[in-house]
């Protein structure tokens, strides 16, 4: 256990559980998108109500258990990357990634600190309204009609589609950087890896996106 211990402590170490919590993320991003397009459903929610009631069911242990370890997983990841950054910025002035062959100094990749830190000031905002109201709370209202009249608020909808942009800039960096940091990246997928990453990441942000555009603007009658 003290070989593990120490070998995740290791810069490679550290690098590596980057990768494999950051690609965990990704995956429950993937199912948050899919659960939240049902609010596009135009169905006055009952399908979203659905996924929400199954979700919250505190009988779903193999969920719970899911839900635990994406919390750890996010939070690892917050705190091991900020301590990747730290360590590397003490130890040559400036982080690392700033400092490294020109293949991999793009815009992106030096602003992964600064998109991270977005992300998690927007999450700690999203969970307390949602999350810790609807499941933790005494709500008044369904999740459904929580969600619409949030995004019925132009300034909650806009601070979400930032966040949405935010999250596009870390991801697009992130998914090739993943595969890199796995020895999966030089190779004939390589090209591939690095362009599906670039648009996957986006067509997530721009889906998450499109559900306050769709309730300000587009159907900003109550989801009626
Ligand atoms: C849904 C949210 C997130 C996803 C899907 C995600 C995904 C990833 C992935 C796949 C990587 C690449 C790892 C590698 O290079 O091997 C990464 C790197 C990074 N992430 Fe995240 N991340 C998320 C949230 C956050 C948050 C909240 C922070 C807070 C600070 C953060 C900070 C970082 C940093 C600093 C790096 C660069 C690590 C390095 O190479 O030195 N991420 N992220």
Redesign the pocket.
């Known amino acids: 256990m003290g070989w593990f211990l120490k070998f995740i402590d290791s810069s490679v170490g550290k ?2 559980v ?2 494999l ?3 965990f ?2 995956l ?2 993937i199912e948050h998108l899919i659960a939240n397009l049902l609010l596009l459903n135009n169905d006055k929610g009952e399908a979203y109500t659905i996924y929400a009631e199954v979700l919250g069911s505190s009988y779903n242990i193999p969920l719970r258990i899911i839900e635990v370890g994406l919390f750890f997983c ?1 939070i690892y ?2 705190i091991n ?2 301590r ?2 730290l360590s ?1 910025r003490r130890a040559k002035g400036i ?3 700033e400092n490294r062959a020109s293949e991999n100094s793009t815009f992106f990749s030096r602003f ?2 600064q ?3 977005a ?2 000031i927007f ?1 700690v905002i999203h969970l307390k309204s949602f999350f810790v109201y609807y499941r933790l709370g005494n709500p008044e209202d369904t999740m459904y009609q929580g969600v619409v009249k949030s995004f019925q608020n132009p300034l909650y909808s806009w601070f979400y589609i930032v966040a949405m942009i935010f ?1 596009a800039f ?2 697009v ?3 090739q ?2 595969f ?3 020895g999966l990246r030089h190779n004939k997928y390589t090209p591939f890896i690095k362009s599906f990453g670039v648009v996957f990441s986006i067509l997530i942000c721009a889906g998450f996106a499109l559900i306050p555009v769709y309730f300000l603007y587009i159907n900003n009658t109550g989801g009626n």
Do not use: D, E, V
Request: charged residues 0%; glycine residues 8%.
């Open positions: 690098k590596l980057m990768a919590t950051g690609l993320l990704y429950f991003l996010l990841h917050t990357g900020t990747l950054w590397n982080p690392y990634y992964m600190i998109s991270g830190t992300i998690f999450l999250l870390h991801l960096h992130s998914f950087s993943a890199q940091t796995l």
